[in-house]
């Protein structure tokens, strides 16, 4: 089964993954151990995710340990129609299309869904909270799921509190080799690559202000820094904002910022960002993106309502002329720029990622008649090091190991 724009484009979709497993060596092993041990066999996966060339490659693994894959996008924008039709072509359910209408989007997450899924593979929680508000009959299918996100990790942490949380969850997002390698490394440099491909312009010596200074908005940081900007952090937390200011950046106020900033990057996963108020104050001609993972950091229904014309200035670039005749402009209607505007992290960087998901799903699969509690869990301590050391063999480097005189030292309580 599918919904996708048009078959007759999987060719260009199948080079897209062909070129990404040349550079997913961890995803290449596992995918070798899978069609070995099948230990999907008989098991549906439901999977929300950016659907791009390194997700399609995730969906192919996980296919290739008998998995039957039930797959749509995690944000219309970021589809790419090549790489669904190729995965169509493979036989996997696919149901996404580019651009979707809202109700486009909200049906295709209902077909996935509404395959009963034993596995659920989400980017940000809407599978999760779908199954739980709308399909509860279908909650006693699930096995477990694993969460890929900040946003995601902060929707289930809500769930949990609120006791509304029907199975165990495991939190991807908050594995080392996820959130020190995906988050900072990786959005560090698609944030980047999408609004210069978009752009066309110059970061050195611009105002790039940088809203949050978790491990995303670091990477941003970092990444505009080293293209010669001058980097503006705005935060809510005293800590990370003292954090930012001793890694060498300013740190001010929305408010603040938003009078002298070219660019300005939010990712926060929190709403409101930038309203009305910093629109107001804002240069001729700054431009604005997002970050986060929903369109809600950067009030586009306000820019909307007080523009008093839109222009389509570049391709995913829209200027937003207000009353004053200032223009502001928007890359990507305020939705994740590194994808709607760009291809995502870098390959090898999502290759951590994605193993980390395969291992999660096979730790539930696992531990299915364990009590594994419905809860947000953390990925077991050795499948990240598992990870870490495989992708240390890629590279060909290794670490020191602890002598037993040096471990028992460690353990000890008279230390």
Not at 271 to 296: Q, S
Not at 356 to 365: K, N, P
């Amino acid at each position: 089964m599918h919904d996708i724009l048009d078959i007759s484009l999987a060719p260009s979709g199948f080079q897209k993954i062909e070129w990404v497993k040349r550079h997913m060596p961890l995803l290449n092993g596992l995918e070798k151990e899978f069609s070995a041990a099948r230990p999907f066999d008989g098991l549906r996966v439901a999977l929300s995710v950016h659907l791009e060339a390194k997700t399609a490659y995730l969906c192919l693994v996980l296919a290739a340990g008998g998995a039957e894959m039930f797959v749509t996008g995690s944000n219309p924008l970021s589809t790419q129609d090549d790489v669904a039709a190729a995965l169509a072509l493979e036989g996997q359910n696919v149901f996404a299309r580019h651009g979707a209408s809202g109700d486009v989007y909200a049906a295709h997450m209902k077909n996935v869904i509404e395959s009963a899924p034993n596995i659920i593979i989400d980017d940000g929680g809407d599978l999760v909270s779908l199954i739980h508000s709308s399909y509860p009959n279908l909650l006693k299918n699930v096995i477990g799921g694993c969460e890929e996100t900040t946003t995601g990790i902060m929707r289930l942490n809500a769930m949990e509190r609120d006791k509304k949380l029907r199975f165990p969850m495991v939190a991807v997002n908050n594995a080392r080799c996820k959130f020190l390698f995906d988050n900072r490394y990786g959005t560090g440099q698609s944030v980047w690559d999408g609004i210069n491909r978009t752009t066309n312009l110059i970061v050195a010596g611009k105002k790039a202000v940088v809203a949050g200074y978790g491990w995303c908005g670091k990477g941003i940081a970092m990444r505009a820094k080293g293209l010669g900007a001058d980097v503006i952090v705005t935060e809510i937390d005293p800590v990370k904002a003292l954090e930012a200011h001793m890694d060498g950046f300013s740190v001010l106020p929305m408010l603040d910022a938003a009078k002298i900033g070219d660019i300005f990057i939010t990712a926060t996963g929190c709403r409101d960002v930038i309203t009305r108020r910093h629109f107001d104050v804002m240069k001729n001609g700054a431009i604005l993106c997002n970050a986060g993972h929903f369109n809600v950091e950067v009030d586009m229904d306000c820019l909307e309502e007080i523009a008093v014309s839109t222009a389509q200035q570049r391709k995913n670039i829209t200027g937003y002329t207000l009353s004053d005749g200032r223009c502001l402009s928007v890359i990507a209607e305020g939705r994740l720029v590194n994808l709607a505007a760009g291809d995502g992290h870098p390959a090898e960087i999502m290759d951590m990622s994605f193993a980390i998901q395969a291992l999660s799903a096979l730790y539930l699969v696992k531990n299915k008649d364990k009590p594994l509690s419905a809860s947000l869990i953390p990925v077991p301590e050795e499948t990240d090091n598992d990870v870490a050391s495989r992708m240390l063999g890629y590279y060909g480097l290794a670490v020191d190991k602890l002598t037993e005189k040096q471990a028992r030292y460690l353990s000890s309580p008279d230390i």
